[in-house]
């Protein structure tokens, strides 16, 4: 059974940082993509970063500069480096993956929380 465990979510002032972790286990595919989604109250889930088939980044506009995500490969985890938060980035931060026979799956997602 595939899981998802994020970790490293909380609440830290704005302009500050946090790093999210999601370790992967029971894929038994190996994996295109890693990254992570977030879903502010009454926004839409929206890309935040992503890593494509192990190589290439993809980050959402308003991450951009200020977030960095990498990959373990031999460990299946996926980090998350956030730094200059702000209130905005205040979401529900959800670690998602897809196989490579293009099935995906979500973290139950973490917290993160940033006051002004």
């Known amino acids: 059974q595939v899981q998802l465990v994020e970790s490293g979510g909380g609440l830290v002032q704005a302009g500050g940082s946090l790093r999210l972790s999601c370790a992967a286990s029971?894929?038994?595919?190996?994996?295109?993509?890693m990254g992570w989604y977030r879903q502010a109250p009454g926004k839409q889930r929206e890309l935040v970063a992503v890593i494509i088939s192990g190589a290439s980044t993809n980050y959402g506009d308003s991450v951009k500069g200020r977030f960095t995500i990498s990959r373990d490969n031999a460990k299946n985890t996926v980090y998350l480096q956030m730094n200059s938060l702000k209130p905005e980035d205040t979401a529900v931060y959800y670690c998602?993956?897809?196989?490579?026979?293009?099935?995906?799956?979500w973290g139950q997602g973490t917290q993160v929380t940033v006051s002004s």
């Open positions: 029971g894929i038994f595919f190996s994996i295109n993509d």
């Open positions: 998602y993956v897809r196989r490579s026979d293009m099935r995906n799956y």
